[in-house]
C-alpha cells in the first residue's frame, strides 16, 4: 500500500500499543485507544502503519487491531471510569468479556429500547453486542471547565507509569496531560518537547503559576523531558518514575528532585 493512501479505519481492541517498526520487539512510541479514528498508511506481515486522527502521531500496531471504520448515527456513551468491565449477559458472574479504558466510546442500538435500571446494550467496532452498567458511562459529552478537569485529575492517582501511555490503563507523562487537555477541548501534540512549543501557550513564571498550567522539566528549553499539570500552591500531578515511585502522583515544586534544573511553565493564551 503507498504512503499516499489514507483509509480511515477504527481501533476494535481496548488499547494498541503503536510501535516504531512492525515487530513486537520494536520500541512502543505511542497507543492508539479503543474506538479511536486512525488513517491506513501502510502495511507488512500481519501488522499496519496507522496515523491516529486524535494527534497525528504514527506507527505501527497489529493488523487485527483495527478494523475498517464505518460512519454511525446512533447514539453513543463515554466510558467515565478508568476501566470498566463488558458483559455478554446482564450479570457480572460470568465474568467481563472486555474490559475498557476512560474515553472510549460506545454505540447504542437504535432498534432497542433501553428501559433496564441498571444496563444499557451496546454496539462494540466489531459489531458485536454487549452489555455495560449505566454507572460506567455517560452520555454527556460536554467539554469539561477548569475546576472540573482538576478534580478528574486525581480519579488516575496511583496508575502505572507506562512508556508511549495514552490509556487509563498507564500513562507516560504527555500522554496524561494531553488527555487532561483534551476534556477542556484542546488538542495538545503528543511530546512533552512539542508540547513546550504549543502555539497557544504563553511563558508563564513559575512563582505565578495557577491551577491548569503545564509545567515543563529537562536540561534546557530545547530539551525537554518531563512535563506535570499544575494544581496550585506549588503542586502538580503528574506521571513518572522518578524518585523510585513509578506512578502518577502529585509531587511539589519544592521537592529537591524538581526544585533543580531547567523548568518552564506554561498558559493558555
Not at 503503536?18 to 501502510?42: G, I, N
Not at 474490559?99 to 447504542?108: G, I, R, V
Not at 432497542?112 to 446494550?121: F, G, S, T
Not at 508540547?195 to 512563582?207: G, K, L
Request: hydrophobic residues 35%; aromatic residues 10%; contains cysteine.
Amino acid at each position: 500500500m503507498g504512503n499516499n493512501s489514507r483509509r480511515e479505519v477504527r481501533i476494535a481492541v481496548p488499547v494498541a500499543a503503536m510501535r516504531e517498526l512492525a515487530t513486537d520487539d520494536s520500541q512502543v512510541v505511542s497507543q492508539a485507544l479503543f474506538s479511536e479514528q486512525a488513517y491506513l498508511l501502510d502495511k507488512v506481515r500481519g501488522w499496519v502503519k496507522i496515523e491516529t486522527a486524535v494527534d497525528g502521531y504514527r506507527g505501527w500496531v497489529r493488523k487485527e487491531s483495527c478494523i475498517p471504520f464505518k460512519p454511525s448515527d446512533r447514539t453513543s456513551v463515554k466510558v467515565v471510569r478508568p476501566a470498566v468491565h463488558l458483559y455478554s449477559v446482564k450479570d457480572t458472574v460470568y465474568g467481563p468479556i472486555l474490559t475498557l479504558p476512560f474515553e472510549s466510546q460506545l454505540e447504542l442500538p437504535s432498534d432497542v429500547a433501553q428501559e433496564d435500571p441498571r444496563w444499557l446494550e451496546v454496539v462494540l467496532p466489531t459489531g458485536r453486542h454487549a452489555f455495560v452498567q449505566r454507572g460506567d458511562v455517560s452520555t454527556d459529552h460536554r467539554l469539561l471547565s477548569l475546576e472540573e478537569t482538576c478534580r478528574l485529575s486525581h480519579q488516575f492517582l496511583g496508575l502505572p507509569y507506562t512508556w508511549g501511555g495514552r490509556s487509563s490503563f498507564g500513562y507516560d507523562c504527555s500522554g496524561y496531560v494531553q488527555m487532561l487537555y483534551r476534556q477542556m477541548g484542546h488538542r495538545l501534540p503528543r511530546d512533552s518537547k512539542d508540547q513546550c512549543r504549543w502555539h497557544n501557550f504563553v511563558d508563564v513564571p513559575i512563582e505565578k503559576t495557577t491551577p491548569g498550567n503545564l509545567i515543563f522539566f529537562g536540561a534546557n528549553q530545547d530539551k525537554i523531558t518531563h512535563v506535570g499539570f499544575c494544581l496550585g500552591n506549588d503542586q502538580f500531578i503528574h506521571a513518572t518514575v522518578s524518585e523510585n515511585m513509578p506512578y502518577l502522583r502529585v509531587s511539589s515544586l519544592q521537592d529537591p528532585h524538581w526544585s533543580s534544573g531547567h523548568r518552564a511553565a506554561k498558559a493558555l493564551k
